[in-house]
Nanobody
Framework: QVQLVESGGGLVQPGGSLRLSCAASGSIFTIYNMAWYRQAPGKERELVAWITRTGNTNYRDSLKGRFTISRDNAKNAVFLQMNSLEPGDTAVYSC???????????????WGQGTQVTVSS
């Protein structure tokens, strides 16, 4: 079994920054793509950014230039640096990882429990 645990959320003023972290633990052989999603109240979950094992990144168009995704393969962790935060960024942010638990297994998708980010003055 694999667990993903996020941290780093909180309350921040508009224009501020936060860095989210997500660490995977458990039975892990390797992790392919890792991603951050968010869901605002009354809205559907949306993809924020994702990163391949080799470090290639992709972002939601509207977030390019403000958010940066990175990962540490040795620690099975993914990060999201969020700058110039706006009230519209308020949401629950969740990480997702495609995990191979044993060398012969297919990848499985795992989710963290989510961390609240609130941007407000």
């Amino acid at each position: 079994q694999v667990q993903l645990v996020e941290s780093g959320g909180g309350l921040v003023q508009p224009g501020g920054s936060l860095r989210l972290s997500c660490a995977a633990s458990g039975s892990i052989f390797t992790i392919y793509n890792m991603a951050w999603y968010r869901q605002a109240p009354g809205k559907e979950r949306e993809l924020v950014a994702w990163i391949t094992r080799t470090g290639n990144t992709n972002y939601r168009d509207s977030l390019k230039g403000r958010f940066t995704i990175s990962r540490d393969n040795a620690k099975n962790a993914v990060f999201l640096q969020m700058n110039s935060l706006e009230p519209g960024d308020t949401a629950v942010y969740s990480c997702n990882a495609n995990v191979v638990e044993r060398a012969t297994d297919p990848a499985r998708s795992y989710w963290g429990q989510g961390t609240q980010v609130t941007v407000s003055s």
